[in-house]
């Protein structure tokens, strides 16, 4: 209201009432209706008789805009191009044309004329114009010379020059932004002039009633205007061109709101409903990070695959220990530990009963590997489990110049190698388990095999198996058997007879770790070279 009073203050002090004459020139188009240039009762359109104030019959002094003779109106004229005439053969009614130039550049409108004090910074409603036309430069936040010979064709015949186009803010009395697009810069003009017919496009809802104009959209209350000497005049603060302004667009209703309508769908969704018109116009350029998305629908990034590996054994040990879920094995243990080396991808593993052995196992490892070639652990990389952090690991580490590497929390990924190395060993210890039909407590030899054979076996990365890098010589692969096949094993001398089976049956159940002898069990685990296996699943 205060921005109302203002204005309507400004225009007092601004104008002379008295000299004021309003005169409203509408631009004639050829898709007119029919009805609005009709005559009834009288040949050739002629104008009718009124009495004056002076009680004397008079004739309506209008002005013809093509011959300029009073009596007549423009359509009426005979001298325009498109008007002959009338000839009585034909339909006296027939709706007269008006020739507009065909380029696009030309822009009718319904314009103003009126003598008024200029005012480049006021902002009127104007129902009829096609355009939105501003007159002062410095309300362009973006602006773009128009070529040569573009001019706007104004209801009174007269041409007003255009020097360009571009976008125009206004702050509106709800706080609220319009953005108008494709404003014509058009010096020539007193006042600025807003098209109704754009806004109506848009979706705004435009009401003139008692003296105001109020704009609303879908029951939002948008701005409003006032009547000021037959003008209705927005209140409006207009923004001064500014390069660091945000490229927005229609701000009415800005992409962020179409984005909390539709349940925070992506953007690019929302850019596409635009694009097949089933939203209100609008500009979707720079769309600010919505902060409740970040919150309901964050997802881990994927980590990037290491492709530096290591050059020689050792340099790097992976480590992992892995739960059998509470399922003892035959030998009472839950657990085991895998050692990756980086290198050659050979694996080792340790049976546990209880998590804090994994230190110990390590140690075990340490001087096993390092004793066979020769060289020093020089990395240890783990997750942040309980078991490897204890400070007597720590301690050991720092004495031994190892560099104990954990993994961000929460972030498996980064121990992937043990990670991917112990999902592969369960896979091939439940195949060979439901295979032989042995029980659950078996998963412990199951396992041990696993790991045995994959050792032997070619790396998809290496082309080469994991035994020959870390071994030197290539491994044989004519000894492997059926995993849980029946085996013929044969008595010791002691207990063999002259009468009687030479061998006894039992089951194979895996390989012996420094020995080429092969694990059979009876009722107990055993190890023995004189053995026939039937290699058969069943």
């Excluded at 390069?243 to 209703?253: D, F, G, H, L, P």
């Excluded at 040990?317 to 030998?331: C, E, F, M, V």
């Excluded at 039909?437 to 696993?450: C, T």
């Excluded at 390989?511 to 039937?534: E, G, H, K, P």
Aim: net charge positive; with cysteine.
């Amino acid at each position: 209201m205060r921005t109302e009073e203002t204005n309507r203050l400004k225009d007092k002090l601004l104008s002379n009432p008295s000299s004021i004459s309003l005169k409203a020139n509408l631009v004639e188009s050829s898709s007119s209706n029919k009805d609005m240039f009709q005559t009834k009762g009288k040949k050739g359109g002629q104008q009718k008789s009124f009495k004056g104030s002076d009680g004397k019959i008079q004739k309506n002094k209008v002005t013809c805009y093509c011959c300029g003779k009073a009596g007549h109106k423009a359509y009426q004229c005979y001298q325009r191009k498109d008007k002959q005439k009338p000839n009585h053969k034909q339909n006296a009614q027939t709706t007269p044309q008006v020739n507009f130039p065909e380029t696009e550049e030309v822009v009718a409108a319904v314009v103003v004329e009126a003598n008024l004090v200029e005012n480049k910074t006021d902002s009127i409603l104007d129902t009829g114009a096609s355009k939105h036309f501003c007159s002062n430069k410095e309300l362009f936040q973006e602006f773009k010379k128009a070529t040569d010979g573009e001019c706007v064709y104004m209801g009174n015949s007269a041409i007003a020059g255009v020097w360009g186009k571009g976008k125009v803010l206004l702050k509106l009395t709800s706080g609220k932004t319009v953005a108008l697009q494709d404003v014509l810069y058009v010096p020539s003009l007193r006042r600025n002039l807003i098209s109704g017919s754009l806004h109506n496009k848009v979706g705004l809802k435009i009401v003139l009633e008692a003296d105001k104009v109020i704009i609303t959209r879908g029951g939002d209350f948008i701005g409003n205007g006032y009547l000021s000497d037959g003008l209705f005049v927005l209140n409006t603060l207009p923004v001064i061109s500014n390069k660091s302004t945000s490229n927005s667009a229609y701000i009415v209703e800005s992409i962020n709101i179409w984005h909390g309508r539709l349940g925070h769908v992506n953007f690019d969704s929302i850019k596409r409903l635009k694009s097949m018109n089933l939203i209100n116009t609008f500009e979707a350029s720079k769309c600010t990070k919505c902060s409740i998305c970040v919150e309901s629908k964050f997802v881990k990034k994927p980590l990037k695959p290491v492709t530096q590996r290591c050059t020689e054994l050792l340099e790097l040990i992976y480590s992992d220990l892995a739960d059998l879920k509470n399922t003892l094995s035959k030998g009472g243990k839950k657990y085991y530990i895998s050692l990756v080396d980086d290198y050659s991808r050979y694996t080792k593993i340790y049976l546990l009963r209880t998590k804090d052995e994994a230190t110990e196992m390590f140690l075990k490892y340490k001087c096993e590997v390092e004793n066979q070639l020769d060289k020093r652990i020089k990395r240890l990389r783990t997750d942040r489990g309980g078991e490897y952090n204890t400070n007597f690991l720590k301690e050991f580490c720092e004495n031994n110049d190892i560099i104990h590497e954990t993994n961000a929390p929460y972030t498996p990924q980064q121990n992937g190698i043990a990670e991917r190395k112990n999902r592969t060993l369960k896979k091939m210890m439940n195949a060979m388990l439901l295979s032989s039909g042995m029980p659950d407590n078996m998963w412990g030899k199951a396992v041990l095999s696993a790991c045995y054979i994959l050792n032997r076996v070619p790396h998809k990365k290496l082309d080469i198996s994991s035994y020959e890098l870390w071994k030197g010589i290539t491994p044989n692969l004519s000894y492997l058997k059926v995993w849980g096949c029946l085996a013929k094993v044969a008595y010791p001398d002691f207990r063999k007879s002259n009468i009687g089976p030479k061998t006894f049956d039992c089951v194979f159940v895996g390989y012996a770790q420094n020995s080429t002898a092969y694990r059979i069990c009876v009722y107990m685990i055993i190890r023995s070279v004189n053995l026939w296996m039937l290699n058969s699943l069943n």
